[in-house]
């Protein structure tokens, strides 16, 4: 729901309002609650919307269908914004030079080249940078509210996992045989029905172990017939989409169908599957540390000082880690477990903390490291490697399905703001 992010250079906004005609009165178009929406918002984004679509060769409806919907639309973000300011939204100037950033990276641009493109397009930047942080607090208020409304039930995310997992992904290459039994142009409903049930029949019998080579041969209307109807190596995705739609739980020796087409029907079998294994694994690490933090009464040299004699104890076989770790660690979370962070993906840690980590081999301690948080002694106990590929497979569900319950609060949520609201929408003539 970030709009404001995919904002790019020649989209439908109201911020093309410095170059806009001079008008004597700006005439009222809607009141919503407290406010109003202007007659020349309405009219600069009909300009803006009319341009863009002779550019990119869209077709528009009539001018009194178009006015309506961008009135609603600017109606809905009234709404939205008083919304925002009720509860005291605000958009910082570092989060919004932020956001322009990132819009002229997407576009491939320097801030001077998207500042040049606006000049050029006719519209005036602090204009722009108001529509953008009017879009960021739309963003946002819609995001706050909507986000409550999602819910989303454990076995709900088990279920759309399973069925990921058991999917065949694009890239997925099959070896697929056919047996087509074919129709004729116009067939009469006793012809379908006569295909139908030897289709039937036959899926029955190569379910029980018939020869599919041999029932191709004998049956099938396919060119590749006479080589068993065997179809050769494709993926997933290249194949017609009623077969690729039929197999994309299918597993090798598995006999689906019969599927109807405009020719006729047809049984496939999946020879075999190849392609990139769908199991994630990852890199786990067992690390423990002691930390010091800075203070003041502790310089950041005296810190650095003191780790390096701790280095030197632990060295020499003066102390061990552990018995360092719990005497001087200043990490309350693993100091009592003698430094001992558990088992852990390198990726959680700060990254010059990280960095060391990784370079270490199993038992050694490294030499003192400079983080954000202090100085550190790390010593790498152990790494594993662990499979992922359930707890991926349940974030994507989770991600699939809260995406998809967004979408639709959000449109509920915005029919009932709207129905909440009070909104008068004026004539020509201000009534």
């Known amino acids: 729901m970030k709009n404001w992010r995919m904002l790019i250079l020649g989209v439908a906004i109201t911020a093309n309002t410095a170059f806009a005609a001079p008008q004597e009165v700006d005439k009222v178009a809607a009141v919503v609650n407290n406010g109003v929406v202007l007659e020349?918002?309405?009219?600069?984004?009909?300009?803006?919307?009319?341009?863009?679509?002779?550019?990119?060769?869209?077709?528009?409806?009539?001018?009194?269908?178009?006015?309506?919907?961008?009135?609603?639309?600017?109606?809905?973000?009234?709404?939205?914004?008083q919304m925002g300011e009720k509860a005291g939204l605000q958009v910082s100037d570092q989060q919004l030079d932020q956001a322009i950033q990132n819009i002229a990276a997407q576009n491939k641009m320097s801030m001077d080249q998207l500042r040049s493109r606006l000049a050029y397009d006719g519209m005036n930047y602090n204009a722009y940078r108001a529509q953008i942080r009017q879009e960021m607090l739309i963003s946002e208020v819609r995001n706050n509210e909507v986000r409550r409304r999602v819910t989303i039930l454990p076995q709900e995310v088990d279920t759309l996992a399973t069925q990921i997992g058991s999917q065949n992904t694009q890239g997925t290459e099959l070896n697929v045989s056919q047996i087509l039994l074919p129709l004729s142009e116009n067939p009469t409903q006793q012809?379908?029905?006569?295909?139908?049930?030897?289709?039937?029949?036959?899926?029955?019998?190569?379910?029980?172990?018939?020869?599919?080579?041999?029932?191709?041969?004998?049956?099938?209307?396919?060119?590749?017939?006479?080589?068993?109807?065997?179809?050769?190596?494709?993926?997933?995705?290249?194949?017609?989409?009623?077969?690729?739609?039929?197999?994309?739980?299918?597993?090798?020796?598995?006999?689906?169908?019969?599927?109807?087409?405009?020719?006729?029907?047809?049984?496939?079998?999946?020879?075999?599957?190849?392609?990139?294994?769908?199991?994630?694994?990852?890199?786990?690490?067992?690390?423990?540390?002691?930390?010091?933090?800075?203070?003041?009464?502790?310089?950041?040299?005296?810190?650095?000082?003191?780790?390096?004699?701790?280095?030197?104890?632990?060295?020499?076989?003066k102390t061990t880690f552990a018995a360092a770790a719990k005497q001087f660690s200043d990490d309350p979370g693993s100091a009592n477990q003698g430094g001992d962070l558990g088992w852990a993906t390198p990726e959680i840690y700060d990254?010059?903390?990280?960095?060391?980590?990784?370079?270490?081999?199993?038992?050694?301690?490294?030499?003192?490291?400079?983080?954000?948080?202090?100085?550190?002694?790390?010593?790498?106990?152990?790494?594993?490697?662990?499979?992922?590929?359930?707890?991926?497979?349940?974030?994507?569900?989770y991600r699939l399905l809260f995406n998809r319950k967004f979408a639709e609060e959000a449109q509920t949520w915005m029919q009932e703001q709207r129905a909440s609201a009070y909104v008068k929408i004026l004539d020509s003539n201000g009534q």
């Open 40 to 81: 020349s918002d309405v009219d600069n984004m009909m300009r803006t919307v009319k341009s863009q679509a002779q550019q990119a060769h869209q077709q528009l409806p009539d001018d009194k269908t178009l006015r309506h919907q961008i009135l609603e639309r600017q109606v809905m973000d009234a709404i939205i914004l």
């Open 191 to 317: 012809q379908v029905d006569d295909q139908e049930a030897l289709a039937r029949q036959l899926v029955g019998q190569l379910k029980s172990g018939a020869d599919f080579g041999k029932m191709a041969v004998t049956y099938s209307a396919d060119p590749q017939a006479l080589k068993g109807g065997n179809m050769g190596w494709a993926k997933i995705e290249e194949l017609p989409t009623l077969f690729s739609q039929a197999l994309s739980t299918a597993k090798k020796g598995d006999i689906v169908g019969p599927i109807r087409s405009g020719v006729g029907f047809h049984i496939l079998k999946v020879n075999d599957l190849r392609g990139e294994s769908k199991n994630i694994s990852v890199t786990e690490v067992h690390a423990r540390h002691i930390l010091l933090k800075p203070s003041p009464i502790l310089t950041d040299a005296q810190a650095q000082a003191k780790i390096e004699q701790i280095a030197a104890d632990i060295k020499s076989g």
């Open 351 to 397: 990254p010059a903390f990280r960095d060391a980590l990784l370079k270490l081999q199993k038992g050694q301690v490294s030499e003192p490291v400079h983080s954000s948080f202090g100085w550190h002694l790390i010593q790498l106990l152990d790494t594993r490697q662990v499979d992922k590929t359930d707890a991926a497979q349940k974030e994507r569900a």
